[in-house]
């Protein structure tokens, strides 16, 4: 509970002194931030899936970087609103890639540094607000472990465990958030074999009962990058969706379309483009008539 | 037009990654390329201003006569044959060029140095005589030196080379000349020994061929004719004969002078025996007469029946008168025949010749009008040799005036190089290169700027993009970046700017170091 006790002092002693602006928009990697969420238990957990509980506070995650601004925010969430849309239609079974696991989505991307984390959350984030469906992130970068960073996991049950430990099950490490629709599920404690039990046979199983268990369940997985990793690809092919993050402007060509061949083609892959900015008409480019929103529409 | 300032940008974002390298590359040729220019030594040229007067009084007169040298060819061609060879090795000994370069390859160099330095020109839109002079050197002096050495030759050249001209034309007429002559002999000879060959059959001697023939053949008919005559006698006396008998006793038809004679002279012996005895002279005379008659008739008598006559010989006076006359006939046929086969012969050989006649007219002609071409053809070459000689002499006389408007200038301030402008340039093609370096690199590591060009490029769905957060550190470091190389980018131009102020003294410190560099 010590830790618990110098999460809430650090975030009250953050939010006291986030008086100027200038601490608010301070952009710090994603190692520096600590426990900075709140951590606890709640009496009221959904039905029967976990007992366990985390607090998003989403100032904390606005100064890790990993939230827009607010002066952003409609503009960034009606992004997302975009993005998500052909992802969810096709694990409600809409599209030309429907599979059962089209509701196992990772979040992947060809280096690091891409915005693959960012992607994962906000995407969850958003759709956390579906009406129909609600989402699972799955830290499954089990080397660098963001997700379960940012959020004050570090030390808990997670992913690994799960794949070791052949007696627990999907609710055993599952936590539920203060945020309606989202659950998280950690990466877990670190293990040197980490790689293999990705690849591993009870993976695959996993995978398929997380899939299984709710039809409106939507499973997002943060992965290691592409190229630096054996497991990304692994892991990738036993998803239903596949979403590659590319930062504009800087990611090179090469390493996207070498990172794209160590897939199956086919998977429904699709990019989002992070970080883009610019451009005289990119406003009203990106907002209508946005041809590459549909999954089926390769023009 | 908005799709192409749209890829512009995304090219310029893309290319700002390697904004510094680009920075490099730019101060890299900027620097180098500066140095280079501060290395470059000083030339000044030097100028000179000729004018070439043509106009001489004797001009006019020698028009029609000779052949009058085009002066201002010789005046171009003397501008080409200048900056030949020869002359710039001339040019170069005698203003002490030379004394530059030591070795043969160094020798070279400044000959081409020279030949790319030397300008003789017209203003084609000014007088068409007037001629521009210049050399370019880094030694002023040196420089005007060479101009006036070039001034000297073009004046020389233009005198001599017209008269050397002329000599080499002369030179070959005379050669052309007796090659004609010698063959003009040949032929003359040729047309000497033909017409001795044929003699009496040239064409205006043929006429008298053909009177010949024609009276030959005329004559042919009157031996003919006298022949048929003959044969006519011939038979009628045959025809006597042969009534004739061989005794006395038949009526003689036709007698023969001699037995005419040899009876009257016996009736005279007659009449005088009766008056006088055998004694009388005239007795004595008479009957030697009768006896030389008698003799002359059995002469003829045995001459018939020598020459053939049906071998008849008879004491029948009037037979061997006939006998007589008919062996006469048979002479005078023999006679006829051998003078017919002589004029067939003439004819045949007089037909012979003629025939060949048009030959040898033919020939004739030929022979003679080859030798007359050759004759009007030396004669016309003879004519040149003298116009040329004429004209030769002609300009001797006739003065290609020259007169220097402009003498050479020895010039006080560089002509070249003009530092700032190759500073500017440098600076220029610093900055573009750089730009040039960065936009290359960009398009050799590409990456991903907006949504269209990602679907292009991957040919998957772009779900869509995600905006840049702008928040107050990333608008800061953005900032920083931009200033930074703004600021090293006019570095740059103010390092141009103290170069151009202080471009004496970089000149200086430079090629101080150049030749210090080169000492070593």
């Known amino acids: ?299 | 037009m908005n799709q192409v300032i749209e890829e512009f940008v995304t090219v310029l974002h893309g290319a700002w990654r390697f904004r510094w390298m680009a920075f490099l590359v730019s101060v890299l040729i900027c620097v180098v390329g500066w140095v280079v220019v501060f290395g470059l030594v000083d030339r000044y040229r030097s100028n000179a201003t000729v004018f070439v007067d043509t106009n001489s009084s004797l001009r006019p007169l020698l028009d029609d006569l000779t052949v009058a040298p085009d002066v201002m060819r010789q005046v171009d061609l003397v501008r080409q044959a200048l900056g030949g060879r020869p002359q710039l090795e001339r040019v170069a000994r005698e203003t002490g060029l030379y004394l530059r370069a030591g070795t043969t390859i160094e020798t070279e160099r400044l000959l081409a140095r020279m030949n790319n330095d030397v300008s003789i020109t017209t203003n084609p839109r000014r007088e068409r005589n007037l001629f521009e002079i210049s050399f370019i050197d880094q030694d002023p002096k040196m420089a005007q030196t060479v101009v006036q050495t070039l001034l000297n030759l073009f004046v020389e050249d233009s005198l001599g080379a017209n008269k050397q001209g002329t000599q080499q034309a002369q030179k070959f007429l005379r050669d052309q000349l007796a090659l004609l002559e010698s063959e003009l002999i040949k032929s003359e000879q040729e047309l000497a020994n033909f017409k001795k060959a044929n003699v009496g059959r040239m064409p205006g001697e043929t006429g008298s061929y053909f009177d010949r023939l024609q009276s030959e053949m005329t004559a042919l008919e009157n031996i003919e004719g006298d022949m048929r005559l003959a044969e006519k006698r011939k038979a009628a006396l045959q025809d006597q004969l042969a009534g004739e008998n061989t005794s006395l006793d038949g009526n003689a038809a036709l007698q023969t002078e001699v037995d005419v004679q040899i009876a009257e002279n016996r009736r005279r012996l007659a009449d005088l025996q009766l008056r006088f005895t055998d004694m009388h002279p005239d007795v004595i005379a008479l009957k030697s007469t009768i006896e030389q008659l008698e003799e002359q008739k059995k002469n003829e008598l045995t001459q018939l029946s020598q020459s053939g006559v049906a071998g008849m010989v008879s004491d029948n006076p009037v037979f061997q008168s006939i006998q007589i006359e008919l062996s006469k006939v048979n002479v005078e046929i023999a006679t006829l025949s051998e003078k017919r086969s002589t004029s067939i012969r003439k004819i045949g050989e007089l037909r012979g010749l003629i025939d060949i006649l048009p030959e040898i007219e033919a020939e004739l002609t030929r022979l003679t009008r080859d030798y007359d071409v050759k004759h009007s053809q030396y004669q016309a070459l003879l004519q040149r040799l003298e116009v040329a000689e004429l004209s030769e002499s002609a300009e001797e006389n006739e003065n290609i005036r020259f007169k220097i408007i402009d003498p050479p200038s020895l010039p006080d301030k560089p002509s070249e190089p003009n530092r700032r402008l190759l500073l500017a340039i440098i600076l220029l093609v610093g900055l573009g290169g750089g730009g040039a370096f960065s936009i290359l690199a960009n398009q050799l590591k590409p990456v991903f700027s907006d949504i269209r060009q990602t679907r292009r490029v991957l040919g998957l769905p772009v779900l869509g993009s995600v905006s840049v957060m702008e928040t107050r550190e990333r608008k800061i470091r953005r900032a920083g970046q931009i200033s930074s190389f703004v600021f090293g980018i006019s570095t740059l131009f103010v390092l141009f700017v103290v170069l151009v102020l202080f471009e004496d003294a970089g000149t200086e410190f430079i090629q101080r170091i150049f030749s210090g560099i080169r000492g070593i």
């Open chain 1, 1 to 299: 509970m010590s830790k618990i006790q110098d999460a809430l002092k650090k975030l009250q002693s953050a939010k006291s002194g986030a008086g100027g602006r200038g601490e608010e928009d301070r952009i710090r990697t994603v190692e520096q931030v600590g426990a900075i969420v709140e951590i606890g238990t709640d009496p009221n957990s959904f039905a029967g899936m976990s007992d366990r509980f985390v607090a998003v506070d989403r100032d904390s995650l606005r100064m890790a970087g990993l939230l827009a601004p607010e002066a952003q925010q409609t503009e960034i969430g009606n992004q997302y609103r975009l993005i998500k849309r052909p992802l969810l239609n096709l694990a409600r079974g809409k599209g030309a890639h429907v599979s059962a696991d089209s509701n196992l989505i990772v979040v992947a991307s060809a280096l690091s540094g891409d915005g693959k984390t960012f992607t994962a959350i906000n995407l969850a984030l958003s759709i956390a607000l579906e009406k129909d469906n609600n989402v699972l992130l799955v830290d499954a970068d089990v080397p660098k472990r963001h997700i379960s960073s940012v959020f004050g996991l570090k030390g808990e049950r997670g992913l690994i465990d799960l794949l070791k430990n052949k007696s627990l099950g999907p609710q055993d490490v599952i936590m539920e958030t203060d945020v309606p629709g989202l659950r998280i599920l950690p990466a877990g404690e670190p293990d040197e074999f980490a790689t293999e039990l990705l690849a591993s046979q009870r993976m695959r199983t996993v995978a398929r009962k997380l899939s299984d268990d709710d039809p409106n369940r939507i499973i997002i997985f943060d992965s290691p990058p592409l190229l630096a990793t054996s497991e990304a690809p692994v892991l990738a092919s036993l998803m239903g969706q596949i979403v590659i993050v590319i930062k504009a402007n800087h990611t090179p060509q090469r390493a996207v379309i070498e990172a794209y061949e160590k897939l199956e083609r086919e998977k429904a892959i699709n990019i989002v483009l992070n970080q883009a900015g610019g451009g005289l008409t990119y406003g009203y480019y990106g907002y209508y008539g946005n041809p590459g929103t549909y999954p089926n529409d390769n023009s």
